[in-house]
């Protein structure tokens, strides 16, 4: 009974995170469907009909899609970061700064040439980063974080794009510059000369490789589009910022190549030149502020373009309205997912006579709005996150538009009864209509698309915190409460179905469509009034004891309170370090760090609080005949201490050769560990570490089956230990045959090769098999205690209470002494001389528990080893060395401060549960991995896979096994932080037995825990709430770094994608954590059962 | 009799701060190119000379009057060389530890090693200055009921507080603020010598106000 409710508590407390985590997370994602649709050239949105043979008339019309083409060619030179302001000219300044008046051929084409050139301020969407600038460029859509459909292994866009439509209707497209374009459109590209862009502190190499080739390039004739991408500026700004002699030089070297190009341009070549995004004053850029988002625009084309009249103030225009813009003049078709709008400027002048340029806008506009019009058709049928009532009022006024266009050209052939005048009008209101609607579509999409939903948010953060805090609460009081199910079960999950069912009553009422999460947020909001209502106002010993804490003098206050600081301040510590993106960035050294100081702060408590020595010590003026021996044992168990403490700061030290790096640290190198043995070249060096990792498996295994014999859990005949005999080397080898094979060089006869693919295949099925064998024998029969009875006669093993021979009324009283029987007689097995005394020995008793539960660990591990590469072995070993010593620390700790017999001894204290869970995260880096979607390991999804699969659920399940493979193991192994000083408890006793003869108290070890089957679960209740809140609270840190500095620059890049790996890893551990305990329930059951059994046998 | 020694100890620790102050701003007049930061090194190196004359000196002030007058030369000699022992062996511990504790292994190794100096100078130096190089006596003092003077106390607060700086220091260094005090060991080291002066100014007002609390077990 009490089982189910402490399974089903945890299980409720896990919805509550669920609950707040989908709310937090609704309303963060900015999440668009990226459609895989592209534009047809055949697939015309205006027929072309009259209007458009009448005036359509481009000599070669076609070579154009959509409308006849203006250019021929286009020279687009990115100028990364060129702000608006450095591209501004005014000649009166008198002391321009560094970044002023530089770019003089500029402005002297400006006011020269009106007809030819201009300039404009070129808006850019936020994040203002250079690849997400690009996609906007060329796709003429928003980024969001998550594009649905993309795929994060690469980051070539998958979108229809203007790159996309110039390769597909034969135009060469010839590219130099930052190589982030060739990431982006991998293969696009006619001719390329990437240069590598990451060096910040390098401002030429780009530039001067551009340089080189972009002069012999213009001259030449075998390009239609030439892309350029300067970096100098935008690197300076990084460096220097703009206010910095180097900026001029820069600016100064872009103007000598701007005037060299358009010296160069031809006739039907149009020169577009374009900053991505601008700079703040310290030279950065990613934000959303007036700086970082005002870029600059110069348009020129050797013929006249525009209309002579100078604007006074130079247009805006946004960023993606470049796309439809480019697309038309060229004569392809616009890109499917554009939803900017063609700038006026580009249709209305020209040589052709003053009344049909308005036709001629007009018609760009038109053949734009159909563009966006089947956007949002086929948008609004995949996705539904535009507002339905905008979508409809949008519809109307395009129909109305299209509507008034065809009359207009109707009307404009045959009847020439109609002024030039009236038409004249007719066209500027139906471009104006048009511009409008393309506008009010851009307004709607940027609304639904780049905003977060704040109130979600805030309330996801609430629930969040208030799960966490419950937490809190419970594992702090669980030992009070009295009746466990009402206060955990009964009361929260009625108040939050009440909660839940009135919101849905109000649904109904109120006639709204309720969100299925929503419901499960109120139901979480009233399960947690539910919860502290009767907590705080009906539970009177509860709130006594909590006001009795708040109540009681300052020193007591401060002691009960100096019990939680250590392990919780450092928690705390780590908590603020989610708000800063170097601690983020650093943030495997960054938990070692607190990892090593939470460990040593422990033993160093204990120092102080003199447990190491005597209490007699502690008075220095003893004299020495009068020392206790039993110091001696006290100085061996110290050193023992200092010997794991040691060995742990090595398992940390040596773990830190694992990790991977991210792209922000600079002069990283990524562990050699993380390329697969198959990569390396001398077959010397891949002989040894193919040795090392095969080494490393086998001493992680031959190191468990000693735990098992040392605790003699070996010796019985069940499947389970034979399973642990043989199984396990069965499964090592395997995995060393499969490394083998993987490793093989390339080049070998075909026979050998199909051998080795089938291979590839069935080992890791294998292994497959015989872990889940191992899974099912465990669930089946975890016990491995081995029974020998050398009694002759049916002497008294039991001594019958009250000489009643009712089973049941006895085996209350006789389990006990059962055990105390069985653990005298081990005591003599592990003391070594055999005992004559005709017992009944139970071998393995002691370790019932732990012994499953590290069955299931070394299954788990050896299945995730395999889907990690092979030199990982050796860093999982790393993670059972470390794990194994801070249990030994742990253990030995809990035995110096706490008796065994007290009642204490069932908490795990907080220290331990919080290095646990450090453990967990700084392995999930020293296993190679790094919270960044490039960082994930993918291959992991074709182990035992060659071809691929069908579906997408296994290798998603199989890369998620292997990013959070440490938080898995931790999960798995929290028991252990409970059962481990049960265990450790026979040597610090036997060292005891050295001194003196007499201490009666025998060691029960895990058999405790079965004498007090309520602790024992209010244990493990508390055990499970402890850690799930050390989880939580790093998790609410992560949410709300996420949340508060989501205008953060380095927000799509560190903190959002650190708070899906946190939410991720939180629910994976979950999870694993709730399997876990319900497997310990299990063994529980089946060890109760045994007792029952045998007492059966023996009352016989 | 507490008050006088509460006064001696006052003495002592500001004498121990002014050599601190001086080693930082004195030493610019002397030595030129001398900067806090930027000849770190040198700065470190004069600093824990500084604190190790003045410790040295208070030590054999106090020292005289109190224990050693009678004993011989020869057994002075070993006590001196077992000192010297123990401070290096200090040394190579504090080493050991700051290099467990994440410090580059290899590079930077003359860095660390000063830094581990500066630390034993702090601690180390001042448990042989007050409890001369018996390492039992140390073990003693370092545990909740091990004072037996308030100069035991005050050695326990200036222990902590010059580790524990050191440990706050290392925190900041990861932050990307690309400052001159953000290199290995600068932050590590002021924070040390930072927390060494707290714990100097705050050992003495913590005894004062904790005075009813204190009690010593009588010699
Ligand atoms: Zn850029
Ligand atoms: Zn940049």
């Known amino acids: 009974m009490t089982r189910t409710v402490i399974m089903l508590s945890l299980c409720w407390t896990c919805f509550l995170f669920y609950a707040g985590l989908g709310l937090f997370l609704n309303g963060f994602l900015l999440v668009r469907v990226e459609l895989r649709s592209r534009s047809a050239c055949r697939a015309e949105p205006l027929s072309q009909g009259r209007g458009g043979q009448q005036l359509g008339g481009s000599p070669d019309s076609n070579s154009s899609c959509w409308m006849g083409r203006r250019f021929s060619k286009v020279i687009v030179l ?59 460029l060329t796709t003429g859509t928003l980024p969001t974080f998550i594009d649905v459909g993309s795929n994060f292994a690469s980051s070539a866009i998958q979108e229809d794009n203007l790159i996309e439509q110039f390769v597909q209707n034969k135009r060469r497209v010839v590219f130099m510059g930052d190589d982030t374009w060739e990431g982006l459109f991998p293969k696009k590209f006619f001719k390329s000369f990437p240069f590598p862009s990451f060096n910040v502190k390098d401002l030429h190499t780009v530039d001067n490789g551009v340089l080189q080739h972009i002069y012999t390039t213009v001259e030449s004739s075998d390009w239609d589009v030439l892309i350029a991408h300067f970096l100098g500026v935008d690197h300076c700004g990084h460096r220097y910022g703009p206010d910095h002699p180097a900026m001029a030089d820069k600016l100064n070297q872009m103007n000598e190549m701007l005037r060299s190009v358009i010296d160069r341009v031809q006739n039907d070549t149009l020169l577009v030149v374009l900053g991505d995004h601008g700079m703040t004053s310290t030279g950065d850029h990613g934000g959303e502020s007036e700086a970082e988002v005002n870029a600059a625009l110069f348009i020129y084309s050797p013929l006249p373009l525009f209309m002579s009249a100078l604007p006074r103030d130079p247009e805006v225009v946004s960023q993606i309205d470049m796309v439809p813009t480019l697309a038309l003049l060229l004569g392809v078709p616009i890109p499917y997912s554009n939803i900017g709008m063609v700038m006026a400027d580009m249709f209305t002048a020209g040589a052709i006579p003053h009344g049909i340029n308005h036709h001629k806008l007009a018609k760009a506009l038109q053949i734009n709005a159909i563009q966006v019009n089947r956007f949002l058709e086929s948008y609004s049928h995949v996705a539904k996150d535009l507002p339905v009532e905008k979508l409809e009022q949008l519809k109307e006024l395009f129909s109305k538009a299209m509507a008034e266009y065809n009359n207009l050209i109707t009307g404009l052939g045959p009847s020439e009864n109609t002024t030039l005048e009236q038409d004249l009008l007719r066209f500027q209101k139906l471009s104006s209509v048009l511009q409008w609607y393309l506008k009010a579509t851009r307004e709607m999409c940027q609304e639904s698309w780049a905003r977060f939903n704040v109130s979600h948010m805030l309330f996801g953060v609430a629930l969040l915190a208030a799960a966490c805090l419950q937490c809190f609460l419970i594992s702090e009081i669980a030992s009070i409460f009295k009746t466990l199910y009402k206060e955990l079960l009964l009361y929260p999950v009625i108040w939050g179905l009440a909660s839940g069912l009135m919101f849905c009553l109000w649904g109904l009422l109120s006639g709204t469509v309720v969100n299925p999460l929503i419901i499960c947020c109120w139901i979480a909001a009233g399960s947690h009034l539910g919860f502290h209502w009767h907590l705080w106002r009906s539970n009177n010993h509860i709130s006594n004891k909590l006001t009795q804490i708040s109540n009681s003098p300052t020193q007591q206050k401060w002691k009960s309170w100096s019990k939680l600081s250590g392990a919780l301040g450092i928690l705390l510590l780590r908590c603020t370090a989610m708000f800063s993106n170097s601690f983020v960035v650093t943030e495997g050294q960054v938990v070692s760090f607190l990892l090593k100081s939470i460990v040593t702060f422990t033993v160093v408590k204990l120092k102080w609080e003199g447990k190491f020595t005597n209490p007699s010590l502690n008075t220095p003026f003893v004299p020495e005949t009068q020392k206790n021996p039993a110091s001696v044992s006290c100085r061996r168990e110290c050193f023992y201490l200092l010997g794991f403490l040691v060995a742990f700061f090595l398992c940390v030290i040596f773990s830190k050769s694992f990790y991977n790096c991210r792209e922000e640290l600079m002069n990283c190198e990524p562990s050699p560990f993380l390329k697969p043995l198959s990569s390396l070249k001398y077959s010397q060096e891949r002989n040894f570490h193919y040795i090392l990792s095969i080494s490393s498996l086998a001493i992680l295994v031959y190191l468990i089956r000693k735990w098992f014999l040392h605790y003699g859990n070996l010796n019985s005949s069940h499947l389970l230990v034979l399973f642990v005999r043989l199984g396990f080397p069965l499964i090592v080898l395997c995995l060393c ?251 610090s006793s036997k060292n005891k037995k050295l001194g003196q003869e007499s201490v009666e108290e025998d060691q029960m070890m895990e058999m405790r825990l079965r004498e007090n089957p309520h602790k024992f679960s209010v244990a493990l209740l508390q055990l499970g709430m402890r850690y799930l809140f050390v989880y939580g609270v790093q998790l609410l840190a992560s949410v709300c770094a996420a949340a508060m500095l989501r205008r953060h620059l380095m927000v799509w890049k560190i903190f959002a994608p650190k708070f899906l790996f946190d939410a991720l890893s939180f629910v994976v551990m979950s999870v694993f954590l709730l399997i876990t305990f319900s497997f310990m329930m299990r063994v529980d059951v089946v060890v109760s059962n045994w007792f029952k059994e045998l007492i059966l046998k023996q009352s016989r | 009799m507490r008050d006088l020694e509460l006064r001696g100890m006052v003495s002592a620790h500001c004498t121990l701060i002014l050599a601190l102050l001086s080693a930082t701003f004195v030493t610019p007049l002397i030595l030129e190119d001398f900067h806090l930061i930027g000849t770190h090194l040198v700065w470190l190196c004069v600093c824990s000379a500084s604190v190790t004359a003045v410790s040295v000196i208070l030590c054999l002030a106090l020292g005289t009057s109190s224990v050693s007058s009678k004993k011989n030369f020869s057994q002075k000699v070993t006590k001196v060389f077992r000192s010297c022992v123990l401070f290096s062996v200090s040394c190579l511990v504090f080493h050991g530890i700051i290099v467990l504790y994440g410090a580059p292994l290899l590079e930077s190794l003359w860095e660390t090693f000063l830094f581990a100096v500066l630390l034993s100078t702090f601690t180390t130096l001042r448990c042989l200055c007050l409890l001369g190089p018996s390492l039992h006596a140390w073990i003693r003092v370092f545990s909740k009921n091990g004072a037996m003077s308030i100069w035991d106390t005050s050695l326990q607060i200036t222990t902590a507080c010059s580790i524990f700086g050191a440990w706050l220091g290392a925190i900041p260094i990861p932050l990307d603020w690309d400052r001159p005090w953000q290199v290995w060991p600068v932050s590590c080291t002021l924070g040390a010598t930072f927390g060494f002066a707290v714990g100097l100014v705050g050992a003495p007002l913590w005894i004062h106000w904790h005075k009813k609390q204190l009690t010593y077990k009588s010699r």
């Open chain 1, 78 to 136: 990115v100028i990364d970061a060129l702000k608006f302001d450095f591209a501004k000219y005014n000649p009166a300044r008198k002391n321009p700064k560094p970044y002023e008046n530089k770019l003089g051929v500029i402005y002297q084409n400006v006011v020269s040439k009106p007809q030819q050139a201009r300039l404009f301020q070129f808006r850019a969407d936020p994040p203002t980063t250079t690849m997400q600038r690009i996609k906007g």
């Open chain 1, 737 to 987: 045959g499969f490394w083998a094979v993987n490793a093989a060089p390339e080049e070998t006869s075909v026979k050998l090769q199909d051998l080795i693919k089938e291979i590839v295949v069935v080992v890791p099925g294998i292994v497959c098999g015989l872990v889940v064998t191992g899974f099912l024998i465990v669930l089946w029969n975890p016990i491995t205690v081995f029974v020998k009875d050398s009694r002759q006669s049916d002497e008294t093993l039991i001594t019958s209470y009250k000489g009643s021979s009712r089973v049941e009324d006895d085996s209350l009283h006789v389990i006990p002494q059962i055990y105390r029987k069985m653990q005298q007689s081990m005591n003599v097995h592990f003391s070594g001389n055999y005992d004559e005394k005709p017992t009944v020995t139970a071998y393995g008793l002691g370790t019932v528990y732990s012994a499953a539960l590290l069955t299931v660990l070394t299954l788990l591990t050896l299945l995730l080893i395999m889907l990690h590469n092979e030199r990982m072995a050796l860093a999982f070993l790393l993670l059972f060395l470390e794990g194994f010593s801070f249990l030994e620390i742990h253990g030995t700790a809990r035995n110096l401060s706490v008796a065994a017999s007290n009642l204490g001894y069932f908490t795990v204290p907080w220290y331990a549960v919080t290095a646990w869970a450090f453990s967990a995260t700084q392995f999930f880096y020293a296993t190679g991995h790094q919270p960044t979607f490039p960082a994930i390991h993918w291959n992991a999804a074709f182990v035992g896979f060659s071809e691929g699969h069908t579906s997408n659920i296994l290798p998603a399940l199989m890369v998620g096994m292997n990013t959070f493979a440490s938080h898995i193991l931790f999960a798995v192994g929290c028991p252990l932080l409970l059962l481990w000083p049960f265990i450790r408890e026979v040597q």
